[in-house]
């Protein structure tokens, strides 16, 4: 994971990243979100988020990651509640800001899990980034917990992840919690099937033809992107170019399009 300073100057991107968060709709669209074009603002490889009250330890809690052995249905509540209870008096402590802990302080050292994988899982991350948002009125707040593989991570990424902490906060709150949500064993190999053969007779790049076969396939910018290893907003680029190719102004026109090139052919 790169650890290089992040700051979102391209904003084309960033906007797309908030516009793409306010259309997810289900627990898989928020972790290919989460894995896909987040990490380029916010690089983590597992996330926390906790919501409740936090002075009675009245906790919810999900584990976002790709990662097999940190599930949330792997810790039992009162564990995870004791470690999050922690990691948000620390929070408190440090004045309410996005902080940032080492792996050497003792507040990350995991000693409430109690199951060896996730135990193992936790210990291998080398930085956290803590931040809330506190809900003056309802009187319970929500919690989140950035954590890297990496051993450094730029300042910078704390402002990022104070702006972006309300979008992330607003998708899981329209999100349907399942608690015994199963992660595929391979989120790659679960999004991709074979896409549709697209002759090209409309002068389509390689890389074009290959972005509209998958959309032939009915994935949509976030699944193309995660699979081909771009952002969905480069996804929405090559789309625009591919409209204009095909003389269409919208997905279905150009499905409906190829699909009859393909089965003409």
Not at 111 to 137: F, P, W
Not at 212 to 235: A, D, P, Q, Y
Not at 249 to 264: C, D, E, H, L, P
Request: charged letters at 20%; glycine letters at 4%.
């Amino acid at each position: 994971m790169n650890t290089s300073e992040v700051n979102p100057t391209n904003f084309g991107n960033f906007s797309q990243l908030i516009s793409d968060a306010v259309e997810i709709k289900t627990q898989a669209e928020f972790l290919l979100w989460a894995q896909g074009a987040l990490q380029e603002f916010l690089p983590h490889d597992l996330m926390i988020a906790a919501w409740g009250d936090f002075t009675l330890g009245i906790i919810s809690y999900d584990i976002i990651s790709t990662i097999q052995t940190a599930r949330a249905q792997i810790m039992p509540e009162k564990e995870m509640a004791l470690f999050l209870k922690r990691l948000y008096a620390y929070w408190m402590s440090n004045g309410r800001v996005p902080s940032q802990l080492q792996s050497i302080g003792s507040v990350i050292r995991c000693r409430d899990i109690q199951d060896e994988e996730l135990k193992t899982c936790m210990r291998n991350m080398k930085t956290a980034m803590l931040h809330a948002i506190r809900d003056v009125r309802g009187g319970s707040d929500s919690f989140y917990v950035l954590l890297s593989k990496d051993a450094e991570v730029a300042p910078e990424r704390r402002k990022i992840f104070q702006q972006l902490l309300p979008y992330i906060d607003a998708s899981l709150r329209q999100i349907e919690y399942v608690p015994d949500y199963v992660l595929p064993m391979n989120i790659n190999k679960a999004l991709i099937n074979e896409p549709v053969n697209t002759n090209n007779e409309f002068n389509l790049t390689d890389r074009e033809s290959e972005i509209m076969g998958w959309v032939c396939s009915g994935k949509t910018n976030l699944e193309i992107g995660l699979i081909l290893n771009i952002s969905s907003f480069t996804v929405k680029n090559h789309l625009q170019r591919i409209f204009k190719k095909l003389d269409v102004v919208r997905r279905s026109q150009a499905v409906a399009k190829m699909r009859n090139q393909v089965y003409s052919s």
